[in-house]
């Protein structure tokens, strides 16, 4: 699975980041966790909202900070390739 | 209708229904009865209880002060909480899909509209304008849910309510509306894109704009979400509120009111001038800000003064010119502010002249 956050560094990007990767672990699911910072390439994935989460291409999360017990739900729904 | 087969399974449900809505419920539960109580719960105290004088100046300003916190808090907490559930329906894709093809003028108002009832926190300014020029939203339309967006603050309408009544609040919400309409398309015809950081425009027309949206929240997301929010919003403007209403304890203890009569009293023809010029630099959440008016104007300052300073505090603020910076080219922040600060002067006056 291929794991996206989108957004500037702030800080609600940078919670994003570390709950997923908290949830990936709780999962047991490995996954590369990649942070996206720049505007157009945000843009280019016709997010509006940061920060964001995207997952094999695909934009789960939007504007918001769910908790990692949350966001494991939301992953587990990824099917594992 | 069936509802609209999502691509992801539904969420499991989590939390039994009443685990999710009893806590909101009893927090507005206890929330609006200390909200009843609160005026007599400080009389008592004070008075009767420490044994000040009611008409004593350190009396009036510490019943201003305690009284004024406990109704600001819990009406911003209850009144963003609120907001913050029903604006999770508002997404800014359905505003762009809203907007898109629109012309101007009609354009501006609904983006007006949108921007009062949905506005972006500062961190989405920048992918949100992104996104709606992307979409061929004209640059002006834009320009005016920019405006709208700060300039009518929900939290600013509320307490404008709670102080000074529904005139007062209509009024402020009207003129930020045409404000926002109006320097949106003025800026509109200006030839914008000029001032646009280019990649901006590159993204524009772009024929395979992913819809982006995320997972379709469950209630208990949308709830999560605006304790979150609550929380956040109370912890990060409290210094600013206890500040705001500790400035209008004092002027209201003991500033002498021929003092400021005749510093922003209606005999001083240049008195909105001046607010707006010291509200632009002065940032300030709506919170901060009116506790200060509320004391003013019961000093006698008029109300189209105190309007155009809250305005121009709470619209203009130098961490949001600063995001903006890496969209849009400092010529078209500049008149950006120019055109809103024109606009709130001419406001003022006119309130002035009116009220």
Redesign the interface.
């Known amino acids: 699975m291929d794991v996206t956050i989108l957004g ?1 560094g ?1 800080k ?1 990007c940078d919670a994003l980041e570390a709950r997923t990767v908290e949830a990936l672990a709780g999962l047991g699911r490995t996954a590369e966790v990649a942070h996206i910072k720049d ?2 390439q ?9 920060p ?1 989460l995207v997952a094999d291409g ?10 990692a ?2 966001l494991a ?2 992953l587990a ?1 990824v099917p594992a390739t | 209708m069936p509802e609209p087969i999502s691509l992801m399974p539904a969420p499991p449900q989590q939390r039994p229904r009443w685990r999710v809505w009893a806590p909101p419920a009893a927090a507005y539960a206890a929330g609006g009865l200390l909200y009843a109580v609160n005026g007599r719960l400080w009389d008592t105290l004070l008075w009767d209880v420490v044994g000040l004088d009611p008409a004593s100046r350190l009396g009036g300003a510490l019943h201003f002060f305690l009284y004024d916190t406990v109704k600001i808090l819990l009406l911003l907490a209850g009144i963003v909480y609120a907001i913050t559930v029903a604006r999770s329906f508002i997404t800014p894709e359905r505003m762009r899909a809203m907007l898109g093809g629109k012309r101007e003028g009609v354009g501006n108002a609904i983006a007006a509209t949108l921007g009062v009832a949905a506005p972006f926190c500062s961190c989405s300014a920048v992918p949100g304008f992104i996104g709606f020029v992307s979409a061929g939203v004209p640059l002006g339309v834009t320009m005016s849910f920019l405006i709208a967006s700060p300039l009518v603050n929900e939290v600013a309408l509320v307490l404008l309510l709670g102080s000074f009544g529904l005139g007062p609040a209509v009024l402020y919400a009207v003129t930020g509306f045409a404000i926002a309409v109006i320097a949106g398309l003025v800026i509109g015809r200006m030839n914008p894109e000029r001032w646009v950081e280019p990649f901006v425009l590159e993204a524009r027309g772009r024929t395979a704009v992913a819809m982006a949206g995320g997972l379709r929240p469950a209630w208990s997301d949308r709830l999560d979400l605006a304790r979150t929010e609550t929380v956040a919003l109370l912890r990060k403007i409290w210094p600013w509120l206890l500040a705001g209403i500790g400035i209008g304890a004092f002027i209201h203890g003991w500033v002498p009111e021929d003092l400021i009569a005749t510093i922003a009293g209606s005999d001083n023809p240049f008195g909105v001038l001046a607010a707006v010029a010291l509200g632009v630099p002065l940032y300030s959440g709506a919170a901060g800000v009116l506790p200060l008016v509320d004391a003013l104007f019961a000093k006698g300052v008029p109300m189209g003064t105190l309007l155009a300073f809250m305005m121009a505090t709470v619209a203009l603020s130098v961490p949001e010119m600063v995001i903006l910076r890496r969209v849009l080219r400092p010529r078209l922040i500049a008149i950006f502010v120019a055109v809103v600060a024109a606009g709130i002067v001419a406001a003022g006056y006119l309130f002035n002249a009116v009220l």
């Open positions: 500037h702030c609600n505007d157009a945000i843009a280019a994935y016709g997010v509006m909202r940061t964001a695909r934009v789960l999360v939007e504007g918001q900070v769910p908790t017990a949350r739900e939301i729904t």
